[in-house]
Nanobody, 115 residues
Framework: QVQLVESGGGLVQAGGSLRLSCVASGSFFRINTMGWFRQVPGKQRELVAAITRGGNMNYAESVKGRFTISRDNAKNTVYLQMDSLKPEDTAVYYC?????????WGKGTLVTVSS
């Protein structure tokens, strides 16, 4: 069974930084696009950033210039470096990956940014 496990969430003050990690485990052939989504209560889950296997990236407008997505294909891991955090970045962050044509989700990690 393929799983995505996130880590790195927590509480940080506005202006601070956090780094999220997500590792894929289990038996699979190929990981294609990996990404991060976030969700706050009462709102739809939204894309934060995504990166293809070849390294092409895209970001939500709200995080451009502050967040950086990267991946290590050898370690089956995707990262999200979050700098200059704002209270409105507070959310549960979910890792997402296309693995062998299936869409897999992690269970999420909570990021709380205090003002």
């Amino acid at each position: 069974q393929v799983q995505l496990v996130e880590s790195g969430g927590g509480l940080v003050q506005a202006g601070g930084s956090l780094r999220l990690s997500c590792v894929a485990s289990g038996s699979f052939f190929r990981i294609n696009t990996m990404g991060w989504f976030r969700q706050v209560p009462g709102k739809q889950r939204e894309l934060v950033a995504a990166i293809t296997r070849g390294g092409n990236m895209n970001y939500a407008e709200s995080v451009k210039g502050r967040f950086t997505i990267s991946r290590d294909n050898a370690k089956n891991t995707v990262y999200l470096q979050m700098d200059s955090l704002k209270p409105e970045d507070t959310a549960v962050y979910y890792c997402n990956a296309n693995i062998d044509a299936l869409t897999i989700w992690g269970k999420g990690t909570l990021v709380t940014v205090s003002s």
